[in-house]
């Protein structure tokens, strides 16, 4: 397990009561669990980059930041 997963899972636990308390806990617990499966935002540009071309990339982020 990854420091940030373990970092996660620990605040998921702290938190538990309170988001079980307010309803939240089913979709917090579900936004978590899709976040650690595609990867943080890094993780997706590195990968974005390595499949080239460059230009490509650049698009794409640009893209991203206009909502496309």
Known sequence: MGAG???LTK???AL???LEASGDGPLVETSLVA???RGSGTDR???LW???PHAAF???VADLGLGV
């Open 5 to 7: 997963r373990r970092v």
């Open 11 to 13: 605040l998921l636990r």
């Open 16 to 18: 538990a009561p309170t």
């Open 35 to 37: 976040r650690l499966r």
């Open 45 to 47: 540009q590195r990968a």
């Open 50 to 52: 390595h499949r080239g």
């Open 58 to 60: 650049v698009q794409a």
